[in-house]
């Protein structure tokens, strides 16, 4: 993926997401997951890998998020909640109503939690309203406006000598500033398709956000103000070219626009109340952005006699950014100044080709092998240090390439499902993150970003289940046994750069970090799961599943690792309907075994790395009920 390895620790870089048609990811290609209510989503659709063809700048992969939506010709009403360990409650109310021609769903949802370490409380509201409309037999439109108010609480990393001793106290650094994360955040949309025939169609989106943003950390507060808008609209076509002979393609347009303001501050204590958190001192920077990012796109497949299909694409991109210094007349408004107010940079022309061969074998089973490209250019947050004010330039676009071949199948009826899948992608000019310390060495200011090199990641993936029981008669009615494995094989390659450190004088000097034929950093060679799901006569349903991840380095020189950790979870309920009715009664337990085990492992971020997971057994449980009317 794009950000593993030495890259992005936060922000999901690399990665576009997608909510009801709507990007989440905003226009300079960074993700912000704060403010999705993630209990009000359906179904999740996941790209992987560099998948630039159809999504621009995703050289990560994306995901396609989509939110339950109100049943066609029903009316009803439901009530949820959940609670939990550490004080955790999740309650969430819906109200559905469904005509012949359109429905309405309203979605409000509010969540708290304790949080089990000090200083990581959360609180969180999200409302949603959905709405689908068939205006005649060619015409459709989708409604989509949500709201969330997002606020988390941070304690800092953990060094690893914490981490080791099970002292999740935090870091002073961090507390002290009142670390946080607050997100608010308004998102609209709306889609029209439009059937011109049996063979063409048209799907556009409009859409646009605003969102106030501030957070704190070791190094200060930052305040961020963005607004993003823009359109994605999609042709999708069809023709019959002979006998067996079908030609089928997407050709479209995506189209985003972001205007931010972001504003860093220092942080000293309060001399009003020397017991209480840090506040703001001193302005440090004072940026006004403006990016904007254009993708095209057509991809075609072409249906062939024999089950054969060959897919064929090609997407391109452009970024351009624009950022501008508010503070500038300040500190450079004199003669013979170099550092200019405005600086503006502008990456076109990302072309990312695809092509695919699929093959279907006695319609049980196929094989195939891909190819696919992506780009992942350089974004504002990695030229502004918002924490000092200065420009981080010469950075240059990443480049991923994608090699895989698999297979995937049913047997036995339909009972047995399977997809073994090998790949070798390759990134090119990788983004690597610099770390500044604070003069104690006790907690990290702020990163920045330089291209680093190369890496080889290989890897096999390999997912199993099958229908033990799918339509007993007698008391199960269904048991489902699973598992899924995944080997990742990542090295550098010719992964040299610059740093600054300091020398025997305690000046500052240049070195040269070479992590070349190494394994990449913040990657487990092995992750396993495995799992059975049931259910019963009486509506009695249960799953149980165990989670493990191997050591893994998370220092790119490789000599620091983790300790590996495997997670037991189970749940077990009842589903009983009442004429109009329904009841889900549930309880469960996460971490059975209290395994010691980490959220999150900074990478190359010594001394603090770790965010851990609670070392407990945690209970939940929650009723949801529904009435039909």
């Known amino acids: 993926m794009g950000p593993r390895g030495v890259s992005s620790n936060f922000d999901g870089q690399g990665v576009k997401v997608y909510l009801n048609g709507i990007p989440i990811t905003d226009a300079e290609g960074i993700t912000v997951m704060d403010d999705i209510d993630f209990g009000s989503v359906a179904t999740a659709e996941v790209l992987k890998g560099p998948v630039g063809t159809l999504y621009g700048l995703a050289i990560a992969g994306v995901v396609n998020l989509e939110t339950e939506r109100a049943p066609r010709e029903e009316t009803s009403v439901g009530q949820e909640v959940l609670a ?145 808008y823009g359109l994605r609209s999609v042709f999708a076509s069809r023709f019959a070219l002979g006998r067996q002979v079908d030609l089928a393609g997407l050709t479209g347009i995506e189209v985003q626009k972001m205007n931010a303001q972001t504003i860093g501050y220092g942080m000293g204590p309060d001399s009003t109340n020397l017991a209480g958190y840090n506040v703001i001192t001193s302005l440090r920077s004072d940026q006004a952005t403006t990016n904007s990012t254009v993708s095209y796109f057509t991809q075609w497949t072409l249906e062939l006699p024999r089950q ?48 695919a061969i699929n093959k279907t074998l006695n319609r049980v089973a196929s094989v195939y092998a891909a190819y696919s490209t992506a780009y992942k250019a350089p974004v504002s947050g990695n030229i502004l240090i918002s924490t000092t004010g200065e420009l981080n330039t010469g950075l240059t676009p990443e480049r991923g390439v994608q090699l895989e071949v698999g297979t995937k199948g049913n047997f036995l009826n339909d009972r047995l499902a399977y997809t073994v899948a090998v790949f070798q992608t390759t990134f090119r000019d990788k983004f690597t993150a610099i770390t500044v310390q604070n003069p104690e060495n006790t907690a990290t200011l702020y990163s920045y970003v330089v291209n680093g090199g190369r ?32 080997y990742s094989d990542f090295t ?22 070479d992590y070349s034929g190494k394994a990449v950093a913040g990657v487990a060679p092995v992750v396993f799961n495995a799992g059975v799901d049931w259910t019963t006569k009486i509506g009695l349903y249960g799953n149980a599943y165990y989670n493990y991840r191997s050591r893994m380095p998370f220092t790119s020189d490789g000599v620091n690792k983790t300790d590996p950790y495997g997670l037991l979870n189970a749940k077990i309920g009842i589903r009983r309907h ?52």
């Not at 550098?492 to 610059?498: C, L, T």
Request: proline content about 3%.
């Open 578 to 629: 009442f004429h109009h009715l329904e009841l889900d009664l549930y309880a469960g337990g996460y971490n059975l075994t209290g395994a010691q085990y980490y959220q999150m492992v900074f990478v190359n971020q010594l001394p603090d790395a770790y965010i851990p997971g609670p070392d407990a057994l945690n209970f939940f449980g929650g009723i949801n009920l529904k009435y039909t009317l």
């Open 455 to 486: 890496l080889n990641n290989r890897g096999l993936e390999v997912a199993a289940s099958y229908e033990a029981v799918g339509s007993g008669t007698g008391f199960l009615t269904r048991l489902r046994p699973f598992a899924n494995f995944t």
């Open 492 to 513: 550098y390659e010719d992964y040299r750069f610059e740093s600054v450190g300091r020398n025997a004088a305690g000046g500052d000097s240049t070195r040269v970090q």
């Open 84 to 228: 939990g360990s550490y004080g955790l409650l999740r309650t969430t109310t819906r109200l559905s109503l469904g005509g012949k021609n359109s429905s309405v769903l309203v979605n409000y949802g509010h969540q708290e939690f304790g949080g089990f370490m000090p200083h990581t409380r959360s609180r969180k509201d999200f409302a949603n309203l959905l709405g689908d409309f068939r205006l005649n037999d060619k015409q459709t439109v989708t409604t989509y406006f949500g709201y969330a108010d997002s606020y988390d609480q941070r304690n800092g990393e953990l060094t690893v000598e914490q981490y080791a001793t099970l002292d999740y106290s935090g870091n002073p650094r961090y507390i002290q500033n009142n670390a946080h994360s607050a997100v608010r955040t308004f998102r609209a949309g709306i889609g029209h398709q439009y059937r011109f025939g049996g063979r063409l169609s048209n799907s556009t989106t409009l859409f646009g956000s605003s969102q106030n943003i501030d957070n704190s950390s070791a190094g200060g507060w930052t305040d961020k103000v963005p607004e993003n």
């Open 308 to 355: 054969i299909s060959v897919t064929a694409g090609v997407g391109v991109s452009n970024l351009h950014l624009r950022l501008e210094d508010r503070l500038w007349g300040l500190s450079n408004n004199h003669p013979g100044n170099t550092r200019l107010p405005v600086y503006e940079k502008k990456d076109d022309n990302l072309v990312s080709p695809s092509v």
